[in-house]
Each structure stands twice: as structure tokens, then as C-alpha cells.
């Protein structure tokens, strides 16, 4: 089993992008999200090692500097190793923030080859994951429904407002444990 930490958007955020994730099923594009009920979310950290009791403890007193928070997502993206495609959030000074206090709880209790991987402050590529396991020939297709139904553009951002932290098991995905920003 692994574990992984998540931030969660608020009820109105998660509508929009399920409605999304349902239009893809729809079309035969990816179902996974929406057939695993995963919730949008960004990811902080994920790894087979992660102490949730550690984490249990810590993060109640590192979200106390947090209330809810609004992030901007201009663009779609593509991770064309694990053909992943994702809303592209811009830089946030509380999104780093935030990621930054994590990786400091959990730090110190992994072994350095997992605190440096891909969820280290200094590699970490925030995302909301739209769709997995994209096949080329379907990207444009997700771009297209995304564009569509967030009416995405330059100047005109799809604004997600970021209202929980939470603790979750993979790959049978579920959340274990959920704590509200701003108490």
C-alpha cells in the first residue's frame, strides 16, 4: 500500500472538475478518475513510507497558518512518461508554502532516496491530474472537452479555491484522514 498527502478543493472546485472527468468517461477517453471517485486534488507527497501517525500529529498546527486559498490554472499539461494530463496551476506562494511545510513534516522520517524524489520541494511539479494512462492519439481530444468546459485561456484562468488537506492510501484509492483549512 502506498500513502500520500493531498490537497483538496472545496465542493464547487471538485463539481466542475468531476463534471470533467465524467465527460471523458463519456467519451471513451479515460475513466479512471471518475471509476475510482478520486477527487480533484493536488498531490503533496506520495510514497510507500510515509508515517501517518507522524503526520496525524503535525499537520493540525501547520494548517493553522492556512485559511483557504484560490489557485489559477491557465493551462493543460502533459506527462508524456506516465501520459498523464493535468490542469497546470501558476506559481502560488501559498501552494509552495504549503508543500514546503509537508515535506518538512515528513522528512525527517524517510530515507533520503524518497525525501528527495519527486515530491522534494525542489523537483516537485504541482498538477491536478485530469486524465491517466493517455493514449497520444486521445490527447487532443482531453484538451479539447478541458478547454471547452473550463473555457480556459490566458487571461482568463480556471479558479479553484483549495479548502482541505487530507491523508490517502493508494492504489485502492481512499482517504484516511481530512482536516479543513482555517480550523
Keep these: 500500500m502506498s500513502k500520500g498527502i493531498l490537497l483538496l478543493f472545496d465542493e464547487n472546485s471538485s463539481s466542475i ?3 470533467i472527468y465524467l465527460k471523458y468517461q463519456e467519451h471513451n477517453l479515460c475513466d479512471f478518475m471518475a471509476k475510482e471517485n478520486i477527487p480533484a486534488h493536488i ?3 506520495a510514497n510507500d513510507v510515509i508515517d501517518f501517525d507522524l503526520v496525524s500529529a503535525s499537520i493540525p498546527q501547520a494548517l493553522s497558518l492556512f485559511n483557504p486559498f ?3 490554472f491557465a493551462s493543460i ?3 508524456p512518461a506516465t501520459k498523464i494530463m493535468f490542469l497546470n496551476p501558476k506559481e502560488s ?3 509552495r508554502l504549503i508543500q514546503s511545510l509537508i515535506q518538512d513534516i515528513i522528512t525527517d522520517s524517510l530515507p533520503d532516496s524518497i525525501s528527495e524524489g519527486l515530491y522534494s520541494s525542489t523537483v516537485w511539479i504541482p498538477h491536478c491530474t485530469l486524465a491517466n494512462q493517455i493514449k497520444s492519439q486521445k490527447v487532443s481530444q482531453i484538451i479539447d472537452i478541458t ?3 473550463l473555457d480556459l485561456q490566458p487571461d482568463k484562468p480556471f479558479i479553484a479555491t483549495v479548502s482541505a488537506i487530507a491523508l490517502f492510501k493508494y492504489p485502492d484509492f481512499e482517504i484516511i484522514k481530512k482536516w479543513s483549512l482555517g480550523g
Aim: charged content about 40%; proline content about 0%; overall charge positive.
Design 17 to 19: 472538475l468531476k463534471k
Design 43 to 45: 498531490t503533496l507527497a
Design 70 to 72: 484560490k489557485i489559477r
Design 77 to 79: 499539461g502533459y506527462f
Design 93 to 95: 506562494e501559498d501552494l
Design 147 to 149: 478547454q471547452e468546459m
